[in-house]
């Protein structure tokens, strides 16, 4: 029987992550590729319609006949397989976001660029609109961004230039920009991978340095301040991402950084930001005692008038915490200010951190607590609500949701239900590289061993495993 679409895709993403076609990638060898491809499922015509090469020669390719050399035929393997970066590294071409290849595709053919400067004029562009993307809309502005691009370089570059030649006054439009980008930036971490983004964010953050460097320090100076809100702002973010990259001491110092930043513009939401955002990383490793703990920290440096988005934030994260450690009560009175701070906040008018917390992903910390504390039925009810309603750029929601449910599954004993939530999760995860919550699934992998009898678990956890070595093969 032909394998469906969907199928033949989650079989590519499996077999993409095994060692073998590691190795063969690595030696250029595409005859060795498609005999994986086929030992596994995949038939030489599915290749030749997804690559676009005649099946005789995907035939000839594989007997060894003939020997492929010409980079346009990598090239039409990997773009039409859609194998991921590592193995087209390999395979000595650019990465889908690399400097060669030039766009990222995000879902059905969507591509947003990713030359380092084009990236930050479209985050520039996304701050500037103050509110969410539709896809059509999107689409649009990636039409219109080409056009764009080499006239806004030179008019970017021309206004750095000026604010550089007033080293006593920043000007009005520069800061406006660098707001904009930062915002924008934000927003693009939702919809990319972090790896993508990485380069312009760094970026930006150079230019927000150099315009810093080029001013005199004066606490009356309101455009300087703002300037440095900004490098706040992007130095937490770009501390979240270089975690999801797995390079740690890089995270440390952009979070210090974002601490420096917080303490110089008196602007104490940065550093709850900060800590909020490392919270995450012990949580996916099973150590929720010491996440609270970083959430009561973040808290207790937040004003709660500050910023309301932050609060409900961090407050609904404190609530999962403390379901995860069986705290009910705790848990209970965390959501209640949760509850209460989201119901005044305007994430969108809000912190740019704060943008992504719409009803969907309150909701989904709802789900974790609900979960945790023994209202499993509710929790998935919701669950299944909300991953029916994201938009499919929003696909890194849903594997953290997934999760969520796994973990309250095997809390309450359901060892089937939580394979089947956390296969569907790690899916997710690997569909859109998000490396940062993989430890999450490596702690429900743990739980579950002592059932790898039973072939859910046992599936999940072959699946785990060729996770993890897709992950391991990146540089980052």
């Known amino acids: 029987m032909t ?26 060898d595409l005859g060795g590729v498609i005999r994986i491809l086929t ?14 090469i005649p099946q005789g020669r995907v035939s000839e390719y594989k007997s060894g006949k003939r020997i492929p050399t010409a980079k346009h035929t990598f090239e039409s393997f990997a773009d039409g397989l859609s194998m991921p970066a590592h193995l087209r590294r390999h395979l000595g071409l650019a990465s889908p976001g690399g400097r060669g290849g030039g766009a990222q595709v995000i879902s059905d053919g969507v591509q947003i660029p990713t030359d380092t400067f084009d990236l930050q004029l479209f985050a520039e562009a996304i701050g500037k609109r103050g509110e969410p993307l539709k896809r059509r809309e999107l689409l649009a502005m990636i039409g219109q961004l080409g056009a764009q691009s080499a006239l806004a370089q030179n008019e970017a570059w021309e206004k750095v230039a000026y604010a550089l030649s007033r080293p006593k006054a920043l000007d009005e439009a520069v ?37 810093l460097n080029s001013t005199a320090t004066d606490p009356k100076d309101e455009l300087r301040r703002r300037l440095i809100v900004v490098a706040g702002e992007s130095s937490v973010l770009a501390g979240w991402i270089a975690t999801d990259l797995g390079n740690v001491s890089a995270a440390r110092n952009f979070y210090d950084t974002a601490e420096k930043a917080s303490k110089e513009a008196s602007d104490p939401a940065i550093i709850a930001c900060a800590f909020g955002y490392r919270s995450y990383i012990p949580s996916g490793k099973g150590n929720h005692g010491r996440a609270r703990s970083l959430l009561t920290t973040a808290l207790q440096h937040l004003p709660r008038d ?115 939530a956390a296969r569907e999760g790690l899916a997710i ?30 599936a999940f956890l072959e699946e785990l495993a060729v996770t993890k070595r897709q992950f391991s093969g990146s540089p980052f």
């Open 175 to 211: 800061v406006r920009e660098m707001e904009a980008r930062a915002a924008g930036f934000h927003r693009l971490e939702e919809m990319l991978p972090a790896q993508t983004i990485f380069k312009g964010l760094a970026a930006h953050l150079n230019e927000v340095g150099t315009l």
């Open 429 to 458: 995860i690997r569909e859109t590289e998000s490396g940062i919550w993989l430890p999450r699934f490596i702690v429900l992998g743990e739980s579950l061993r002592r059932w790898q009898t039973q072939q859910p678990v046992r």
């Open 39 to 52: 030992k596994y499922g995949i038939t030489q015509g599915q290749i030749a319609n997804l690559t676009g």
């Open 3 to 28: 394998m469906d679409q969907e199928r033949v895709h989650h079989v590519l993403d499996t077999v993409f992550a095994r060692q073998d076609m590691e190795d063969v990638c690595k030696q250029r």
């Open 306 to 420: 500050v910023s309301p988005g932050t609060t409900s934030w961090l407050a609904a994260r404190h609530a999962e915490e403390s379901a995860a450690l069986g705290e009910r009560e705790a848990a209970i009175r965390s959501w209640a200010a949760a509850s209460e701070a989201f119901n005044i906040a305007d994430p969108e008018e809000d912190r740019v951190w704060t943008r992504f917390l719409d009803r969907d992903r309150f909701d989904s910390f709802l789900i974790s607590t609900y979960a945790q504390i023994g209202r499993l039925d509710e929790a998935e009810d919701v669950a299944r609500a909300v991953i029916a309603r994201l938009p499919e750029v929003e696909r890194k929601r849903a594997g953290i949701i997934l999760g969520d449910i796994a973990t309250a599954h095997i809390m309450h004993g359901s060892v089937a239900e939580a394979a089947r």
